[in-house]
């Protein structure tokens, strides 16, 4: 009975995280990476370890996200 938000990060991407507003509607986070070899890595991330802040938007880094 979760909502759940998706997110990418792109082999494009310079860096390895994704952003998200924070306004939506979503207890967690699927977070996919997608490598240059076009192999896919996935994590879940709970709403609640997104970092607190002021703006519109949250970033997640891939590297701090659990396996």
Do not use: Y
């Not at 192999?39 to 891939?62: I, Q, T, Y």
Request: glycine fraction near 4%; charge should be positive; avoid cysteine.
């Amino acid at each position: 009975n979760d909502f759940v938000e998706v997110k990418t990060i792109s082999p494009e991407k310079s860096q390895a995280q994704a952003q998200v507003k924070r306004a939506g509607n979503f207890n967690k986070l699927l977070v996919i990476r997608i490598s240059e070899d076009f192999e896919f890595e996935s994590r879940m991330v709970d709403r609640k370890a997104l970092k607190k802040g002021l703006g519109k938007h949250a970033r997640v880094n891939w590297e701090s996200t659990q396996e």
